[in-house]
């Protein structure tokens, strides 16, 4: 009877070192790799953040207006008349960035009313604008005056500026604040076009592939229209 030795050998501890060594690297690249990919993209986010910052409209309360400044009789930025029931607020752009679509509302716990001749404009950087609101009943403790506007991508913000009238001809704003991706009037979008006018806004480009299946499309269709024709 044959008898067969089996040696077993111990496998050299160097052996399964190593390949936990690589699986180690590994997971450290793939954390690091993942790390690296999260930061760039934040830092990606605080740029746009950034350079939208610097670009945005900003709507204020304004206490000088242009034309009062070179006469040296500084205007505040509220005026209040109880008798005629006649509010004005002086509305700066204090931005960079235009403010479009501008739309003003003057709400308050006995008055919701909009600017008397002025609803929807746009405010260039550094441009003022005189908002009427009439009528604006007496003993209220607080209104607030609310803008809603867009920058030139779209993006909407808005800034509350809350008011104090509380005596005759004696008004004064004490809050003023400001967001951005929201909106504080009740005002929707305007409609565009309105009626009776062209729409003059760019139309989505088409991919070649698509421009080419559309004109294919377009060539079957006339070809079949002239068939038809034909048999009549």
């Given at each position: 009877?044959?008898?067969?030795?089996?040696?077993?050998?111990?496998?050299?501890?160097?052996?399964?070192?190593?390949?936990?060594?690589?699986?180690?690297?590994?997971?450290?690249?793939?954390?690091?790799?993942?790390?690296?990919?999260?930061?760039?993209?934040?830092?990606?986010?605080?740029?746009?953040?950034?350079?939208?910052?610097?670009?945005?409209?900003?709507?204020?309360?304004?206490?000088?207006?242009?034309?009062?400044?070179?006469?040296?009789?500084?205007?505040?930025?509220?005026?209040?008349?109880?008798?005629?029931?006649?509010?004005?607020?002086?509305?700066?752009?204090a931005?960079r960035?235009?403010?479009?679509h501008?739309?003003?509302?003057?709400?308050?716990?006995?008055?919701?009313?909009?600017?008397?001749?002025w609803?929807?404009?746009?405010?260039?950087?550094?441009?003022?604008?005189?908002?009427?609101?009439?009528?604006?009943?007496?003993?209220?403790?607080?209104?607030?005056?609310?803008?809603?506007?867009?920058?030139?991508?779209?993006?909407?913000?808005?800034?509350?500026?809350?008011?104090?009238?509380?005596?005759?001809?004696?008004?004064?704003?004490?809050?003023?604040?400001?967001?951005?991706?929201?909106?504080?009037?009740?005002?929707?979008?305007?409609?565009?076009p309105?009626?009776?006018?062209?729409?003059?806004?760019?139309?989505?480009?088409?991919?070649?592939?698509?421009?080419?299946?559309?004109?294919?499309?377009?060539?079957?269709?006339?070809?079949?229209?002239?068939?038809?024709e034909?048999?009549?």
């Open positions: 009877m044959d008898i067969k030795v089996v040696i077993e050998t111990a496998a050299h501890p160097w052996e399964f070192g190593w390949d936990a060594l690589v699986a180690i690297g590994t997971l450290v690249l793939a954390a690091f790799t993942w790390r690296l990919a999260a930061r760039t993209r934040q830092l990606a986010k605080e740029t746009a953040a950034d350079q939208r910052a610097q670009w945005r409209p900003v709507l204020i309360p304004h206490h000088n207006p242009p034309e009062e400044l070179d006469s040296g009789n500084p205007s505040p930025a509220v005026k209040f008349k109880r008798v005629a029931e006649d509010l004005s607020v002086y509305v700066r752009n931005g960035g235009p403010a479009l501008v739309r003003a509302q003057l709400q308050g716990e006995l008055t919701v009313a909009n600017p008397y001749d609803s929807i404009g746009a405010l260039a950087p550094g441009d003022v604008q005189e908002l009427y609101f009439r009528p604006v009943p007496g003993a209220q403790s607080a209104l607030q005056v609310l803008l809603d506007y867009r920058d030139l991508a779209g993006r909407s913000y808005s800034t509350s500026i809350t008011i104090r009238a509380l005596r005759q001809d004696d008004a004064y704003f004490f809050d003023v604040r400001s967001w951005e991706d929201h909106t504080v009037t009740s005002h929707a979008d305007t409609a565009y309105l009626p009776g006018l062209n729409d003059v806004s760019p139309k989505p480009r088409q991919h070649r592939w698509n421009r080419r299946r559309n004109g294919a499309d377009g060539h079957r269709s006339a070809a079949g229209n002239k068939t038809r034909d048999k009549t």
